[in-house]
Every structure is written in C-alpha cells, then in structure tokens.
C-alpha cells in the first residue's frame, strides 16, 4: 500500500497523489443526489485506491482518467447508482467545458443576452471608456470624478428601469429575487431596490437565506482545508421550499439561524410571517437555480440578475474578463469585512468559478432583467490596492501545478492592470456606490 506518488492531470503536469481528492469528489456527488455520509465515501474511496494500487504496475504514473474509471467502476459495484450517475454526470460536463474552454474566453458575452452588451458598449465608446487607453487618456486630463458620476448615472437608470419593470407587476408578484455570481453587488443593489420600491408603496420583506447553510462538516472540504459553500446544494433546498410556499400561503414560519463562527445551523429560531402587502426580498447565489424556488409559480417571481458588464478591452485588444473584476471585488471585501487574506480568496476562486458556470450562468435565461454593476473607473483604482500582491503571486504560483488556474487569473489581471492609469484619491466614489460594497466606506450596513 501507498505505491502510488503522483498522478498525471490533464494537462499532462505531474501532481502528488492525494487520497482525499476521490473522497471529496464522491463526496460531492452524493450531496448532488442528497446524501451526505462521508464516512461512505471515505470507505469507497479506500476501495478505489486498492484497487489502483493492485492495478498499477510498479514505476506507473496513473492519469486521472484512469482513476475516475475505477471511481465509477466501485459506485456501480457497490449499489450507488444514483451517485454514480452524478459522478459520471459531473465527469462529462467538466469534459465539455474543457473542450468548449477557449470559445467561451472569446465570447464572454454568449450568456447574455446581444442588446444588452450591445447598449453597453455603445454606451462606453460614448463616453471614451471601451479601452484601458481610452480610460488613461480621460484620468491623465483630470476627469476621473466625472467618469465616477457617469459609471454611477448609467447604473442608477439600470436600477430605475428593473423597478419600474416590478412596480407594473406588483399586482401579481410575491416574490422579488435579486441574484448573481459572487461580489456583482447584490447586497448594495437588494437595498437600494428595497428603498425604490418602498417609495413606491411595495412593502419589501428580506429573508436571508444564508440561515439555511448545512453544517460545515457536511460540506465537502479539498486537501488545503477548504470549504465548498458555493454550490446551491450546501443550502437546504427542501427546507427552504417549504418556508416559502408557507409564508406566500400566510402561515407563520419558525425559520432557521446559523451560526457562521460555530458552523452550526439552529432551526426554529425566528417567527416570521409575510403580510398581505408584503413582498418577499431575496438576495441570493443561487436565486435563478430551479430547485431553490421550484414550488413557487413563475407568475409570483421578478428574477434581477446582477454581472459587471465591463465592456472594456485591455493592451492586448481582449476585452477585461468580468470574473476578474468579480474576484477582485471579493479579494478586497473579504480582507475588509470578513478578515479573509486575499490570497485564500484566490485560492478557492476556482469553487466559485466551477458552481457559476454549472448552476448560474445556464440559467441566465430565466431572468427577468438584467443591471449592469460594471463601474468603468474601478479598474483604475485596484492598481494602489492589490498590483504588488499580485506581482508576489505570480512568482509564487508560476511553478505550482496545483494552482494553474490562480496562475492564469494572476497573468491575465496583472496585464491590464499593468496598463491603467492608477488612482489613489477615491473621495469622489459616493458612499452609497456598488463599489463601496467591496472597498470600504460604504453608508449602507452591510
């Protein structure tokens, strides 16, 4: 036993071999069809590596193709049919992304739809901003706070058009989902839409649905100690299903409250009850995935999606990923707000990327409108706040075949960022801005 060293990936880079990748990825599995014993998959994980060591000759590298056909060999053998099927599932759409990879680089608009990142490209050659040159030349002639009231002008009548769309629906609606992938600044826009709207006479009731996290040893964890919590299936979709078809019924509700220091979930902890003018606020993740409100009518639903829709091309003539503002943003509100270093904010960003495109982004198409939360002037001041971590990471991860992914972020921000014109002075971004979310200095609670 323990023969096997490393294991080729994909890529064909050689990696130490870890045991407790295949547990996790069984693991994974089963929550993705509702089981949640890992002493299971621990078990079936150890029946895997047996088998690979009985298999491998002497001086073999195996090459995770390999094991993952001996993990769906021991599920199947075993009676996990149901969890097999999620592995190979999982297995073959990760292929497909693989393969689909560099078009979806070059088309980083295919999930939304053309007129929308048509009028906003539109809207940033206007304004001299489609380019980090053209953002250079307007900070070099003095007219930084005028690109900030333009960024924040054209956002605020994004904002004002979805309200306007939910106020000719109130009749109908019970319901108002605000949702997007990570740091697209649900939490500043789910107040300010609350405040609109309460203007508007639309009493607006918030549910926080982070309350319904599973405990976090039943999440699943890598072999750096990480947590997954991005995936729709770490919140407890039933119960949450339950609650909401309860309180649009009128029922009172005992919802749930977790304890995220203890990583612990207490049920029945706070009496609610939605009045008859009340509509349900929800800011969450995972607001468009089907299972989160599937006993709710679309009728009673406003889906908001939120995406930095930067239409803004680097020194090398490819547009600024908006997944990179996105993870820039989180670096800086996790270190603020959460004392979370910045480089484990890199280091998990592949989770997020992974659940975003295999829970969100396919289901784009379900929403009802969608804000843009791109501020142009934002790339100009991440260059004082992170451009020297980021030189330090690229040295650091350049050799780490564990790390590739965080490597290729590290070279493809530092690119750009090495191109814009820095600014220090961020006194002209108003306190109630998105980017204030993520910055610091904010007006709102959060």
């Known amino acids: 036993m323990g023969q096997i060293k490393n294991v080729i990936k994909r890529t064909g880079t050689i990696v130490p071999f870890k045991p407790e990748r295949i547990t996790n990825a069984i693991y994974r599995a089963a929550i993705a069809v509702g089981g949640r014993d890992r002493d299971v998959a621990e078990h079936l994980s150890q029946q895997v590596v047996r088998i690979l060591e009985e298999q491998t000759p002497q001086g073999h590298i195996p090459h995770i193709e390999e094991i993952q056909d001996i993990v769906e060999r021991v599920l199947i053998h075993e009676g996990h049919a149901k969890v097999a099927k999620a592995y190979i599932l999982y297995r073959n759409e990760r292929t497909r992304r693989r393969n689909e990879h560099d078009a979806l680089i070059s088309r980083p608009s295919i999930n939304i739809p053309w007129a929308k990142n048509w009028h906003i490209l539109d809207w940033a050659v206007d304004h001299g901003l489609n380019t980090v040159w053209g953002l250079n030349q307007r900070i070099e002639k003095g007219e930084f706070s005028d690109i900030v009231q333009e960024s924040e002008t054209a956002y605020a009548e994004d904002l004002d058009n ?62 750096f100690g990480d947590y997954d919590f991005e995936t729709p299936q770490a919140l407890d979709l039933s119960l949450i299903n339950e609650h909401l078809k309860r309180l649009l019924d009128g029922d009172e509700v005992l919802l749930p409250s977790y304890d995220f220091k203890a990583g612990k979930r207490t049920n029945d902890q706070i009496l609610m009850k939605l009045e008859p003018d009340e509509v349900l606020l929800i800011d969450s993740l995972h607001g468009l995935y089907p299972s989160m409100t599937k006993g709710i009518p679309d009728k009673y639903k406003f889906k908001l999606y939120l995406e930095p829709l930067l239409q803004m091309k680097g020194p090398n003539g490819e547009y600024i990923h908006w997944a990179d503002l996105r993870l820039i943003r989180r670096m800086l509100r996790d270190e603020i707000n959460r004392a979370y270093d910045s480089r484990r904010t890199l280091e998990h960003w592949h989770y997020v990327r992974s659940s975003e495109m295999h829970n969100i982004i396919p289901n784009i198409n379900q929403t009802d409108y969608i804000i843009n939360t791109a501020m142009p002037y934002e790339v100009s001041i991440y260059w004082a706040r992170l451009k020297s971590k980021f030189v330090k990471w690229e040295k650091i991860f350049k050799s780490d075949p564990l790390h590739h992914d965080a490597y290729k972020r590290i070279t493809r921000i530092l690119l750009w960022m090495n191109a814009v014109q820095p600014v220090n002075d961020e006194s002209t971004i108003p306190q109630d801005s998105v980017i204030r979310e993520f910055i610091g200095g904010s007006s709102f609670n959060y």
Do not use: M, W
């Open 162 to 223: 979805a309200t306007e769309q939910i106020i000719e629906r109130a009749k109908e609606l019970k319901i108002v989902i605000v949702t997007g992938p990570s740091s697209s600044g649900k939490t500043t826009t789910t107040i300010k839409l609350s405040q609109k709207l309460t203007t508007a006479g639309i009493n607006c009731r918030p549910i926080n649905l982070d309350n319904y996290f599973f405990d976090l040893e039943q999440h699943p964890k890598d072999e």
